[in-house]
C-alpha cells in the first residue's frame, strides 16, 4: 500500500471533481474507506484523509455506522452567465456609496462580508513575527536608513523567484517594489499615459481601479465583461478603436468584484491584441497565486514578446494585507517608472521590504500559499452552500474557482443599496453592485467576501441576509 503524506490530497481531488461534474450525486454513498483503500491502492489512512478534506469542504457527510455520502455540489447552484448591461441613467456616485459602506467597518462587532481580504487566522503571523524580529535584530542599520531606491534586492530575488509559477523569467533588476498594487497601477498609468487619455477597464471592476484612472485626468472607458471568463475581446477592440485607447486595465485573475478567471486563450489573445494595436496592458494579478485547481496560469506577461506588458502585484491577498509589500514589472517603461517612483515616494520602506524578504527565504513561504489556497477553497464551498440553503430563488451566484469573491444577482427589481441598509442595521455589511461601476445599473448585485472562516456566525448572517431577501422579492 502507498502511504504518501500527499497521496490524500490527489484521492480528495479526484473525488471532489466526480462530485462537482455531477457524477456522484447528492445523496449517493461513496466507496468504504477499506474498499477505496483496495481499488487506489493506498492506505487507509491515505482514504480517510481524504474523506476528512472532502468533509471540511462541505462536499461530504459522515452518517454513522453507515459511511460517508455526497453532500454538496456547485452543480446545484444556478450560477451567472452574464452581466445585465443596462445602463445607467447619470453617473453613478461611487465616492458617497463607497464611504457609506467602508467607513462603518471600524465597528468590531460588524460581520464584514463586504471585506474582499484574508482573515489573520489563515495567515502565517507566527513565521512573519519571527521575519521580523530577525530583521529588527539582524539588520537595525538598515532600519533607519533609506532603502534601495528600486526596493530591496533580496525581496526583488524572492519574487523573481516564486514568479517562475507564473510562466516569468525574470532577473531582480526587472522589478521595482511599491507600497502595494495600486500604488504600481498608478505608477504604470502615469508612465504610459497622459492626461485626457482613455483608458479601457473591465465592467464591472473595483472602484479603486476607475479612482485610479480619474485621479491622474484619464478617462475610463468601460468594456464589457464574462462573469466567468473574464473581459471580451471583440469589444475590448472596438473600444481600443472607437475611443482611442491608450492603456488596458485588466486583472487577469479572481477579478473583484466577480471572480472572473481569463481562459489561457483569453490571455494570449489578449496580449496579441494590445500587441497589434501598440498600446500598454496593465495587468493586475494580485489573486493569481490563490487558485483553487493544481496549477496557475500564465500571466499574460509571459506571452509579451513585445513589452506592452506591465505586470502588477502585491502580497496584500497572500501574506501580510499590512505590510503593504507590492511590486510591478515595468519591461520598456521601467526608467518611466523608476522616475516616477522617485518623485513621489523616493523608496519604500526598509522594515516590511526586508521581513517579507526573510520569510520568503525562510518562512515556507509554498508551504503557507498551498494551505492559503487549501483553506479558501474549502470556505468557498462552505458559503456557497449556506447561499444555496437559505437564499430565495430565482438568485444566481458566481461559483469563483480562486480568490475571495462571490458575486451575486438578484432578480430584477432588486436593489442591493437598499438591501445593504436593511443588513448594516443588524451588523451585517456586503458590498452593493453600484460601488462597481459608474456605466452600468448594477443595483440587483451585490459582492460578499469568502476571505474569513465559515463559522456558526456567518452562517447566521447568511441566514439573515436570505430571509430579508425573502422578504424583498
Known amino acids: 500500500m502507498k502511504s504518501d503524506p500527499f497521496l490524500y490530497q490527489d484521492i480528495a481531488r479526484q473525488l471532489e471533481t466526480l462530485i462537482l461534474s455531477g457524477a456522484l450525486r447528492i445523496g449517493e454513498r461513496l466507496p468504504s474507506v477499506r474498499q477505496l483503500s483496495k481499488e487506489k491502492k ?17 462536499l461530504v457527510e459522515a452518517r454513522p455506522k453507515s459511511g460517508y455520502y455526497v453532500r454538496f455540489s456547485t452543480k446545484q447552484i444556478q450560477k451567472i452567465t452574464h452581466i445585465r448591461q443596462q445602463a445607467v441613467t447619470r453617473r453613478q456616485k461611487v465616492k458617497s456609496l463607497q464611504e457609506e459602506v467602508y467607513v462603518p467597518l471600524s465597528d468590531p462587532t460588524l460581520i464584514k462580508l463586504s471585506i474582499n481580504k484574508p482573515d489573520t487566522s489563515i495567515l502565517p ?8 524580529l530577525h530583521t529588527v535584530r539582524e539588520r537595525p542599520d538598515r532600519l533607519v536608513n533609506y532603502n534601495n531606491l528600486q526596493g530591496d534586492e533580496e525581496l526583488r530575488r524572492q519574487i523573481a523567484r516564486i514568479s517562475y509559477a507564473a510562466g516569468l523569467l525574470l532577473y ?16 504604470a498609468l502615469l508612465a504610459t499615459t497622459s492626461p485626457g487619455d482613455t483608458v479601457a477597464i473591465e465592467s464591472p471592476t473595483y472602484f479603486g481601479l476607475l479612482k485610479a484612472i480619474e485621479a491622474h485626468g484619464r478617462i475610463p472607458v468601460e468594456v464589457l465583461t464574462d462573469p466567468v471568463t473574464g473581459i471580451d475581446i471583440p469589444s475590448l477592440e472596438t473600444c481600443i478603436t472607437q475611443h482611442h485607447v491608450k492603456a488596458c486595465i485588466v486583472t487577469s485573475s479572481f477579478s473583484n468584484p466577480t471572480g472572473a478567471h481569463l481562459t489561457e486563450e483569453k490571455r494570449k489573445a489578449l496580449v496579441a491584441l494590445v500587441t497589434r494595436k501598440d498600446i500598454v496592458l496593465i495587468e493586475d494579478d494580485i489573486y493569481g497565486e ?40 515595468a519591461g520598456k517603461y521601467r526608467s518611466e517608472i523608476f522616475e516616477y517612483k522617485m518623485n513621489h515616494s523616493v523608496t519604500t520602506a526598509s522594515v516590511t521590504e526586508m521581513a517579507m524578504a526573510h520569510f520568503l527565504k525562510n518562512g515556507r513561504y509554498d508551504l503557507h500559499i498551498r494551505q492559503l489556497r487549501k483553506d479558501l477553497h474549502t470556505q468557498c464551498l462552505q458559503y456557497l452552500q449556506a447561499i444555496y440553503e437559505y437564499f430565495p430563488g430565482p438568485i444566481e451566484v458566481s461559483a469563483p474557482k480562486g480568490g475571495f469573491v462571490i458575486w451575486v444577482a438578484l432578480p430584477m427589481g432588486c436593489d442591493s443599496v437598499k438591501l445593504y441598509r436593511k443588513l448594516i442595521k443588524k451588523k451585517i455589511s456586503i458590498a452593493p453592485g453600484q460601488l462597481f461601476s459608474q456605466k452600468l445599473d448594477l443595483r440587483t448585485y451585490f459582492r460578499i467576501s469568502f476571505g474569513s472562516p465559515f463559522t456558526p456566525e456567518i452562517g447566521d448572517a447568511l ?7 425573502q422578504q424583498m422579492i
Open 42 to 58: 493506498v492506505s487507509i489512512s491515505s482514504v480517510y484523509k481524504a474523506y476528512i478534506e472532502l468533509e471540511s469542504r462541505g
Open 172 to 187: 531582480p533588476d526587472d522589478i521595482i517594489t511599491t507600497s502595494g498594487c495600486l500604488e504600481a497601477i498608478h505608477y
Open 125 to 132: 503571523v507566527t513565521k512573519l513575527k519571527n521575519s521580523l
Open 463 to 469: 441566514k439573515q441576509i436570505g430571509a430579508t431577501l
Open 290 to 329: 490563490l487558485h483553487f485547481d493544481p496549477h496557475r496560469l500564465n500571466a499574460c506577461k509571459a506571452y509579451d514578446l513585445q513589452q506592452n506588458v506591465i505586470l502588477c502585484s502585491s502580497f496584500s491577498k497572500s501574506v501580510a494585507p499590512g505590510y503593504r509589500v507590492g511590486w510591478l514589472i
